[in-house]
């Protein structure tokens, strides 16, 4: 499919002498207009393109917001709630943008992956394309941790603490990592300095490796709702088709973002954010953003020692880090030869088991890990893992997919025949 | 010129230009390495931040029963002037019930001043206790509500998920009301 280029039909001289000397329109146009795309891609084939936009917004907002925000612990705080909130023309809206468009490519993040495991999109030849999106989920996760650093509200500094802490338990090197990472011997000026810098330079790599995802989805082309590969007939153009269609989705999403923004702009931010940052009072309950509190579960789930040499604290990091290394392995994990789970009878139920457990996850991540929150807790992060580690590989030699049709149209084909033959 | 190639026949693995490149590749990766040092030591912490790395403190006005809180490099340490009840209490305890074992004698200089780092082992969170009307916990010295962690008199963890007693910063009475930490 990439291997023929097309041209595209220049109107301007200009512009086909630009592209003779550097093909970037013919790239774009192969890519973004004539990119054969499967027919009978459904509504969740929209995250993808809505999580780029979203991360377009980051950026243009992100930089704005810099122009006006202060990186220094003593001054980080007033530039955010009382310059940018109250004094910029627009600042409240640049600032809520932003911190709830965080929220929401989270929130498309997940769904655009929860896609790929329904629909197997993960299975040879995609594996590398997999791969490449857990390497941005995990840099979304480090950039967003950071970003909400920068606030340095008192859940902002908790926070940072908390987390960096964690690296605290590697044996031996533990201490002095931390102490590193902080640049002190606490969070300070020095690690809000660092993480700024950081907050800015890791959405340039997200873009980055955004570009080889997409690199890899061109390659073989999208999977498709039914999972088996697609001759040429049933593909059509990606412009305006698909072009159409993702401009609606983002529409519908604009809607979604538009209500956070305008109505609920503090919904996802903790009340203690608003106070400033004190080295001296921790908050009662901390908390992360609802969108690591799956994470946040499972770190707090191990309680005990785990066979008498991992102690508890580095268990539970350990299994937290797990949680998403275990991502990377899904391709070779699952051992059904099926793409999609429309043909997996059995496996579709597993999959909206693991949807709720999740959920399950988020919920026990969000109250504090004692009595039946860390029981659902505890046996969420046994069934996480049973989940990749058992059923996975297990349930693809043991299922009998249902019979897979061979093109878009025999689906169809057969039911008409059989109808006439009844 | 032309004598000075290596010949054809020599033994594959022993020729002059494998050792050469071996060569050239370990200068290449000591080399990178020390260049990047810098860089990584950069983020250790400043000079600006170990200057301050010492605290005094005047011991005069704190009463017997009463806790303060003190900076120390950034971080909280907590000053107890213990109480008879409470240097007892942390001695009373066999080491065998404790999970980092110390004695009360090696946590402290003077058996009425315990001088601990206000900092949770386990995640790093500030326990209450060491304002008057917060909890101490079941062992009547801090209590951390990040995630339940005990701390008895003698600052030692006695229940929760903290791995370790809580740390002890370096410090010297400079005199019977003074004490220099750091
Ligand atoms: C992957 C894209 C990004 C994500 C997920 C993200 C996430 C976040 C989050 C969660 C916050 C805290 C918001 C709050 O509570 O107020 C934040 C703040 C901030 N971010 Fe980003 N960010 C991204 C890209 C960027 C970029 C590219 C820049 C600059 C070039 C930037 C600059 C800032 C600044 C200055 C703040 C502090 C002001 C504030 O708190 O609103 N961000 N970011
Ligand atoms: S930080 Fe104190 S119990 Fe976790």
């Known amino acids: ?422 | 010129m032309a004598d000075s190639a290596v010949p054809h026949d020599q033994p594959a693995g022993s020729s002059r230009r494998d050792f050469l490149e071996l060569v050239a590749w370990s200068t290449f990766g000591v080399g990178t390495l020390a260049a990047i040092w810098p860089l990584i030591d950069s983020l250790n912490p400043s000079a600006a931040v170990l200057a301050v790395a010492t605290t005094e403190v005047d011991l005069e006005p704190i009463e017997v029963g009463q806790r303060v809180t003190v900076m120390w490099r950034g971080k909280p340490v907590f000053i107890g002037r213990r109480t008879e009840e409470e240097i007892e209490m942390a001695r009373a305890v066999s080491l065998d019930e404790l999970r980092d074992p110390e004695p009360d004698e090696a946590r402290v200089q003077k058996p009425e001043w315990l001088i601990v780092i206000g900092i949770c082992t386990h995640l790093g969170c500030v326990p209450l206790g060491n304002r008057s009307g917060e909890p101490r916990g079941q062992w009547a010295g801090w209590f951390c509500p990040c995630h339940g962690s005990h701390y008895d008199t003698a600052g030692r963890i006695r229940k929760g998920p903290a791995p370790r007693n809580l740390d002890l910063p370096p410090y010297r009475f400079v005199s019977d009301t003074q004490v220099l930490i750091g």
């Open chain 1, 1 to 422: 499919m990439s291997t023929e280029l097309q041209q595209p039909p220049f109107k301007s001289g200009v512009l086909r002498w630009i592209d003779e000397r550097l093909p970037v329109l013919t790239w774009a146009y192969n890519e973004l207009v004539v990119y054969p795309a499967p027919k009978n891609l459904n509504y969740w084939w929209n995250f993808g393109s809505l999580a780029g936009i979203i991360l377009v917004v980051q950026i243009v907002t992100g930089v704005i917001l810099v122009m006006s925000y202060t990186p220094h612990a003593d001054l980080a705080f007033d530039s955010v709630e009382g310059y940018i909130m109250r004094d910029v023309n627009w600042g409240w809206l640049i600032r809520y943008l932003h911190a709830n468009g965080a929220s929401m490519f989270f929130a498309l993040v997940y769904i655009h992956m929860f896609r790929g495991l329904y629909y197997g999109s993960y299975k040879k030849p995609r594996e590398l394309l997999w791969i490449l999106g857990v390497i941005i989920l995990l840099l979304m996760m480090a950039t967003a941790f950071m970003g909400y650093v920068l606030p340095w509200g008192n859940m902002s500094y908790w926070a940072a603490t908390v987390i960096t802490n964690l690296f605290s338990a590697i044996p031996l090197v533990g201490e002095p990592l931390v102490t590193w990472l902080w640049g002190g011997f606490t969070v300070a000026n020095p690690t809000l300095q660092r993480f700024f810098s950081l907050h800015y330079l890791l959405p340039f790599v997200i873009f980055a490796v955004v570009f080889l995802h997409i690199l890899a989805l061109h390659q073989f082309g999208s999977n498709n709702p039914l999972g088996i590969d697609l001759s040429k007939k049933d593909k059509i153009p990606f412009h305006p088709y698909y072009t159409v269609k993702d401009v609606f989705g983002l529409c519908v999403f604009l809607l979604v973002y538009g209500y956070f923004v305008f109505y609920a702009p503090t919904a996802f931010i903790s009340p203690t954010n608003f106070i400033p940052a004190d080295p001296l009072q921790t908050p009662t309950h901390i908390v992360p953003e609802w969108y690591f509190l799956p994470f946040y579960a499972i770190l707090r789930a191990i309680t005990f020692d785990f066979l008498w040499i991992v102690p508890a604290k580095l268990g539970g990091v350990i299994a937290m880090f797990a949680a998403i290394g275990v991502l990377f392995f899904v391709p070779w994990l699952d051992t059904s030869k099926v793409r999609s789970a429309r043909f997996r009878p059995i496996y579709k139920w597993f999959f909206w088991l693991l949807v709720i457990d999740v959920l399950v996850l988020g919920w026990a991540g969000a109250n504090p890990p004692e009595g039946w929150y860390l029981v659902a807790a505890q046996l969420g992060t046994l069934y996480y893992f049973a989940h990749f580690l058992v059923i996975m590989p297990v349930l693809g030699k043991i299922e009998r997919p249902l019979p897979l049709p061979t093109s878009l149209s025999d689906p169809v084909l057969r039911g008409t025949r059989s109808q006439t033959a009844n």
